[in-house]
């Protein structure tokens, strides 16, 4: 009974409820790149849908522009692994200044700026993130890709019926709250860019800000050895 209770308590803990609130974060910026500027930051599969269109249509220009966003969103996952090698707990910490950053940056980038380009920082961002919280409780799962992790959800909930598992019933509830958190997020995004244009990077930037004082306590909060 112990044992069980001691396993019930490291899955509700400081570390899913961070993940959780990553996804509504991770939610709110591909809302916010969508809705905004007619592109997602977070989704390749998008971006190279796109530049199938582009190649069709002999926009070489359009093809080169989403080449640069893939260079660019590797450039992040590159940036977050070498951080995690040095320091997992300091990854996570910059993580929250570069989405912050990118925010800001995409509000002053000039109209004249083409709109896949003024949304290259949330490209980086995004894949910041995805390095610094690549899951919870022992599952891996992205904070800012939904498809499998709704897939995940209904397999836990499925295996679950099967064999009544704990582990499973943790899976369905890891990954549906994932899923719901980002939809959260997303819905907040699209309210705020069509009520508040420009200004809805400083309300995304509340949901981050709080994130640094956090380092303090549970998982993210020690050094990881």
Known sequence: MMRAKSEANSFWSMDLGIHWLMAVVGGFLGSFAATGYGNFASAE??????????INAGDWLRVLIRVLAFVIFAAGIAAGYQEGKRNTVRRSFLSIIVDVAALFLVTVLPDTVPSLVR?????FASACQWMAFPGAAGFSCSPIFITNNFKQTVLGLLT??????QHSLEQAILYGGTVLSFLGGAVIGVFAVLTLGRLSTLRGSGFLLPRPFWCGSGPYGR???
């Open 45 to 54: 599969t998008g971006n190279i849908l796109s530049m199938a269109k582009d």
């Open 119 to 123: 949304v290259y920082p949330l490209f």
């Open 160 to 165: 679950y019926r099967d064999t009544r598992e």
């Open 223 to 225: 050094r990881r050895r």
